[in-house]
């Protein structure tokens, strides 16, 4: 079997570090350094196995009548049938979010690593015989186009990625069942429904909404309820409506959500919080989708796309009687569990960024400390919380750089959570006079320096007790591997510090990665 693959980047030499690794596992590469090569190759073969396409060159514009960027004409060309792996050095403009919802199937950052391009190669490999078998059932998921959207979601972990590769499949998923919808009208119209799990603060509602305008329902109403708010006498009027003198206080017919929502889209936020009572209500209008207001004895048809979220473990809840197994299988056609920040925390510059750029038009920065700071901490509230944190820390730097004093009132709530090295570095943001002894500290060093050389003398311990690991390392340490790089220079760079590191004790890997940069 003939493995091809195409290489699209301006710079040769990514290119080339692309071509030669895949070379070595016996694929053909095809190299295109513009838009109109790449259209080129395109044109030459039905398919590619596989297409590495740099992120800027992704979003430039082909001659298409439909103003079709690269992406999606790769992806209109090929579809299913070739793995679009979209690279971006930091800063571009396109996000992951942007790429998997326009088609790509991976999103790697430059500078690329060996083995997450061998593993793209491996996908293809368990691929290639599946493609044909479903490909006639795919090709109706992705005939529409994607059309690029303002990325309220940030980030290129491999946590949040997965997030984007799920929140593609289920708008796919909700396309397809509208497809069956529309094709078979006789009988009951079940009502499409996902249901979102993840921690409080950790956007549980924007993933809805960005389902709802993703979907066939964005022309109709985007209707969020919150189920803990809703009143036990009142739940089943607010969701479907009562007509005049049903209950006591009824003086005029009222609408109720479900209507409004009728051809679009209901979030039930905190489903689990739901007054017990009108489950029952809900279970049947998800199975016909026919709602019935208090006090009337007609029936409305309607079509709404179910979202409910809970921050609570379903599963558990289910098992031990406290939310109804029938109706949670009902909720749940389609899944998507949100991680919590402390399972990205790679991601907070990145949405430290983004916060900035939403909130202030005045020029506001974080420091690379007040940033590796955040980066320590477990973040209970999530994104919510970050945000909070970002807003308050930067109103209180006059001069648009946040730095770890700045973060000082924040000291108490961080401490309540963290335990650790991560209290210690927060403590030394608070200005407070320490006495450390091991080891000592000028008299004349300030805030930022102390708070470096802490930094320093973590990271040196924390590679004795990972033996020059730099992965274990970083995991210990709970940062990204290139902000350890970072670090790792600056102690190469210093060398009159008061810790010592020897970087010729560390892996290849390690001192090439500190070398490159300086």
Sequence with gaps: MELFALVIDADARERGVVRLILQEHNWNVCEAESVDAALCFA????????????????????????????????????????????????????????????????????PLEEEKIVACSHIVLKRLLAVERDKLYRSRATASEFTPIAPEFVGGTEAIIKVFKDLAQIVRGIRLDDVYRRKNTSGPDPQTSVFITGETGTGKELIAQLIHERSSHADGHFVPVNC???????????????????????????????????????????????????????????????????????????????????????????????????????????????????????????????????????????????????????????????????????????????????????????????????????????????????????SHAGLEERVHQFKLQLVNDALAKCNNNVAQTARYLKISRPSLYKLLREIDRETSSLYHLNLESLPARGRSASASNI
Aim: hydrophobic share 40%.
């Design 228 to 442: 803990s708010n809703l009143s036990p006498d009142l739940a089943e009027s607010e969701l479907f409506g009562h007509m005049k003198g049903a209950f006591t206080g009824a003086t005029k017919e009222k609408e109720g959500l479900w209507e409004v929502a009728s051809g679009g889209t209901i979030f039930l936020d905190e489903i689990t919080e739901a007054p017990p009572s009108v489950l029952p209500k809900l279970l049947r209008v998800l199975q016909d989708g026919r709602v019935k207001r208090l006090g009337s004895n007609q029936w409305k048809q309607t079509h709404v796309q179910i979202i409910a979220a809970s921050n609570r473990d379903m599963p558990r809840e289910v098992s031990a009687g406290r939310f109804r197994a029938d109706l949670y299988h009902r909720l749940s056609l389609h899944k998507l569990h949100v991680p919590p920040l402390r399972e990205r925390l790679g991601d907070i510059p990145v949405i430290v960024e983004h916060l900035v750029r939403r909130h202030f038009t005045r020029q506001v920065r974080f420091s690379q400390e007040a940033l590796d700071v955040l980066m320590t901490y477990g973040f209970p509230g999530n994104v919510r919380e970050l945000e909070n944190i970002v807003r308050g820390a930067a109103r209180r730097a006059p001069d648009g750089v946040v730095y770890v004093s700045d973060l000082a009132a924040y000291v108490e709530m961080i401490k309540d959570h963290d335990v650790g090295h991560r209290a210690e570095l927060i403590e030394l943001a608070s200005a407070e006079e320490t006495s450390l002894t091991d080891p000592p500290y000028p």
């Design 43 to 110: 044109r030459e073969r039905p398919s590619w196995g596989i297409i590495f396409c740099d992120a800027d060159l992704s979003t430039q514009s082909v001659n298409h009548p439909n103003g079709l960027t690269l992406l999606s004409e790769l992806k209109r060309q090929y579809g299913e049938a070739s793995l679009i792996v979209i690279t971006a050095a930091a800063g571009r403009p396109i996000t992951a979010l942007d790429a998997i919802l326009n088609g790509a199937s991976e999103y790697l950052r430059k």
